[in-house]
């Protein structure tokens, strides 16, 4: 007996299982961006902006942020196999940030009085907004603020551990050795951050200022 082709059902199993990819893709999304803030105060929703019917069409799709962004707008790479495409999505992220606590004076090298916890949503704040308390204590405040402005990197500027002119400890390590030497800073510089030295050869090196003053060359 030979087996009738029913268009309309098959038309309705396409459609499901288009739909059992679209949940999984959703779900997918979610859990990706989840696993980016492990706070359990934090809440994240994914809004998927690209058409439903331009989705690749995979199980396990392979999921990768060609950018450090990861909230607001932001493209996703979806890799079903050979065949790879940009997911447009919106990544709203509610959870905990930094203000000031009270009226703050541009100079003020920050306290733990001066700041405070906020919960909003982190997607919408300006770029690069600070989410934690040690973020900003022990930093310079480079503006005035008003109480509950919340704080970004721009505003701050964190102290000096080595100024320009001063003599320092360089310190070159590699595998195996580790070398000792004296020079003078050419700039200021905060901890973590990239500096020059002119060594007692007259040669420039650059090295990275630690908490210590101590300038660290990584061979």
Known sequence: MKTKFYPILFAL????????????????????????FPD???SV???????????????VPLLTLPHTRVWGNVSISVRCGEQRRFIQAEVQVTGNYLVSARQLRRGVTLAAADVR????????????????????LGAVLLRDLPPGQPLTSAMLRHAWVVKSGQTVQVLAQGVGFSINSEGK??????????????????????????????IYIAQ
């Open 40 to 42: 359990k105060h934090n």
């Open 45 to 59: 929703t994914v809004v998927i902006k690209t058409p439903q019917e331009q989705w690749p069409q995979c199980k």
């Open 117 to 136: 916890q906020s919960t909003g949503r982190l997607d919408l704040l300006p770029p690069p907004a600070l989410l934690l308390a040690k973020e900003a």
């Open 185 to 214: 800073a050419t700039s200021n510089a905060a901890a973590g951050q990239s500096v020059r030295v002119r060594i007692a050869s007259g040669q420039i090196v650059n090295g990275v200022a630690g908490e210590d003053g101590v």
């Open 13 to 36: 199993l396409t459609s499901l299982i288009g739909n059992v990819h679209a949940a999984d893709l959703q779900a997918q999304l979610e859990q990706f961006f989840h696993a980016r």
